[in-house]
């Protein structure tokens, strides 16, 4: 049928415990040339962190403090590169951060 297309749906991504969330960049996943449709991010932590799209090169995010939920859309954006992570100064003591992507196949 025209007009229909399948999705890649994957929210078994990393998880990053406050525990491991430093003040340098650690790497949180990779994307090798996926086509991501939607990027998805699930935030407990209780401190705000900074996300980087290029290993730490690039502040690209602030995530405030319990963010809970954070769908962006980035249409048909092939993309390869490293999502990585730090705390801004104050390290988390409780929570999470999930990521997880939705994608055209």
Do not use: C
């Amino acid at each position: 049928m025209a007009g229909i297309t399948t999705a890649d749906v994957s929210f078994t991504g990393p998880t990053i415990a406050a525990a491991s969330v430093t003040g340098t960049y650690a790497a949180l996943n990779t994307f090798n040339g996926k086509s991501v449709q939607v990027l998805v991010l699930i935030n407990t932590l209780n401190q705000e962190v900074t996300l980087s799209l290029d290993e730490g090169v690039t502040n690209w995010m602030v995530l405030p403090v319990v963010s809970t939920f954070l769908s962006i859309t980035l249409p048909h954006m092939q993309w390869s590169g490293v999502v990585s992570i730090k705390h801004n100064g104050v390290a988390a003591t409780t929570g999470r951060l999930s990521i997880g992507f939705i994608g055209a196949v």
